[in-house]
């Protein structure tokens, strides 16, 4: 599978980029992962919008949702803008536990919200996706990805947490959020700073670490050398716009 950062910023896009968004693809079938500011955008630079599949949306927060209308008005602009006529209603995948949330990823008869949990696997195209619940001030979700191949286990916005770690057990990449520097405390707000970060990938014993959800000051490279005293078996960079790696 090859994943594509569309977007890594905490809380809103820097200048010319975006918020959390990544693009998951395998055989010709793509996924969208979240959806912040800007990454309907920026993700035209890695792929035609119309050939996009799915979307699956963490939570709802704004910068993880704050294109989903963009999103909406493309699709509805679609039989337009293409040769086909016809166009299937595009899934969105979802939680039920904020449910306003939920509704709002539906629009008319073109975008359709669909809802996973984290009491069973939810296959999508080539992929399968296990969910679980993370430490976090509204209800959100990490996920499991395979493709029977290789995974991918992408945190979302959470607090450390070492149940979920183990849940990320032999990764071969971990897209860990992390919003602050060694010494800053997120747990209040439930995001990890750089040291738990690695710690995560270190109990997960995974192969690689990409910290994305960067915050908007320092240098991200610290963020770098922070993570990797925890994880000293592990690959681990920092998100920028266009990472890309095949696992």
Not at 135 to 155: E, G, R
């Amino acid at each position: 599978m090859k994943i594509t950062v569309v977007g890594f910023w905490h809380a809103f896009p820097g200048k010319g980029e975006a918020a959390s968004g990544y693009l998951l693809e395998k055989n010709g079938f793509r996924v969208l992962i979240d959806c912040g500011s800007g990454v309907i955008s920026q993700l035209q630079h890695y792929c035609d919008l119309s050939t996009l599949d799915a979307a699956v949306i963490s939570h709802y927060h704004n910068d993880h949702i704050g294109d989903i209308g963009a999103l909406h008005y493309h699709r509805l602009l679609l039989p337009y803008l293409s040769e086909q006529k016809e166009i299937r209603p595009f899934p969105i995948y979802g939680h039920k536990e904020d449910r306003e949330g939920f509704q709002r990823l539906s629009y008319k008869d073109v975008v359709q919200a669909v809802t996973y949990n984290d009491q069973a696997p939810l296959s999508i195209g080539p992929f399968t996706f296990t969910f679980y619940r993370t430490t976090h001030p509204v209800p959100c979700f990490a996920m499991n990805i395979t493709d029977q191949l290789s995974t991918l286990f992408y945190t979302a916005d959470t607090g450390f947490s070492e149940q979920l770690a183990t849940a990320a057990q032999e990764a071969d990449l971990i897209i860990s959020e992390c919003s602050l520097y060694k010494g800053q405390d997120g747990t209040k707000a439930g995001h990890m700073n750089s040291e738990e970060a690695g710690r995560f990938a270190n109990i997960a014993n995974a192969r690689s670490l990409l910290l994305s959800h960067l915050p908007h000051f320092g240098e991200h490279r610290r963020l770098v050398e922070e993570a990797k005293v925890e994880c000293p078996h592990t690959t681990v960079e920092h998100a920028v716009s266009g990472w890309t790696k095949i696992i």
